[in-house]
């Protein structure tokens, strides 16, 4: 009872920053509001068991992910602020930038965030955590395709030909 306490008060802080995203459901930041919501849930279904048997094969995988989704955000943040010359946080970056993990991958800090998620969704396996994973990377990928075609307006021909030349989450992949 107290995980979805915490869950309901963190929402209602998320929420509350939030609101200028959800008043346009036309822009990324919408979809990404609920990948967030998402992740929250998926992080609190485990929480009474993170660190639980730590030495299980689900475990050691959970831990893994989760530190390659923060040394890819690190990265991500990094190359943003030193070559995107954002204006205010990393969400308006006047330049495309196009090195890095840039050159092979669109989103990287939203392939960090589902890397979150599928370690997270590791420390307690099962439906809810199956089903929650996958709405999450619905709604990260809704948030990217949204963003694609943002950034097309701002950045035109340049932002399509980077399209071209690399993928939106995995390398060489997807």
Same mark, same amino acid.
């Given at each position: 009872?107290? +995980?979805?306490?915490?869950?309901?008060?963190?929402? *209602?802080?998320?929420?509350? $920053? /939030? +609101?200028?995203?959800?008043?346009?459901?036309?822009? =990324?930041?919408?979809?990404?509001?609920? @990948?967030?919501?998402?992740?929250? &849930?998926?992080?609190?279904?485990?929480?009474?068991?993170?660190?639980?048997?730590?030495?299980? @094969?689900?475990?050691?995988?959970?831990?893994?992910?989760? /530190?390659?989704?923060?040394? #890819?955000?690190? =990265?991500?943040?990094?190359?943003?602020?030193?070559?995107? @010359?954002?204006?205010? &946080?990393?969400?308006?970056?006047?330049?495309?930038?196009?090195? *890095?993990?840039?050159?092979?991958?669109?989103?990287? #800090?939203?392939?960090s965030l /589902?890397?979150?998620? /599928?370690g997270a969704?590791?420390?307690?396996? *099962?439906? +809810?955590?199956?089903?929650?994973?996958?709405? #999450? +990377?619905?709604?990260?990928?809704?948030t990217a #395709?949204?963003?694609? $075609?943002?950034?097309?307006?701002?950045? &035109?021909? @340049?932002? $399509?030909?980077?399209?071209?030349?690399? $993928?939106?989450?995995?390398?060489?992949?997807?």
């Amino acid at each position: 009872m107290i +995980w979805l306490a915490i869950f309901l008060i963190l929402s *209602g802080v998320l929420l509350a $920053r /939030a +609101w200028p995203h959800l008043r346009t459901p036309t822009r =990324h930041g919408f979809y990404r509001v609920f @990948a967030f919501e998402t992740l929250l &849930g998926l992080v609190l279904l485990g929480a009474p068991v993170w660190f639980v048997d730590p030495l299980s @094969a689900h475990q050691v995988v959970s831990w893994i992910l989760l /530190a390659a989704s923060l040394a #890819l955000a690190i =990265h991500g943040i990094t190359i943003l602020h030193r070559f995107g @010359a954002p204006q205010a &946080g990393i969400e308006t970056t006047q330049h495309l930038v196009r090195v *890095g993990i840039y050159r092979v991958i669109r989103h990287p #800090l939203y392939m960090s965030l /589902a890397l979150v998620g /599928a370690g997270a969704a590791l420390k307690r396996p *099962g439906a +809810w955590s199956g089903g929650l994973l996958l709405v #999450l +990377w619905v709604l990260l990928l809704a948030t990217a #395709l949204v963003e694609e $075609r943002e950034n097309l307006a701002r950045f &035109g021909e @340049a932002y $399509r030909d980077y399209m071209r030349h690399s $993928r939106r989450f995995i390398p060489f992949l997807f």
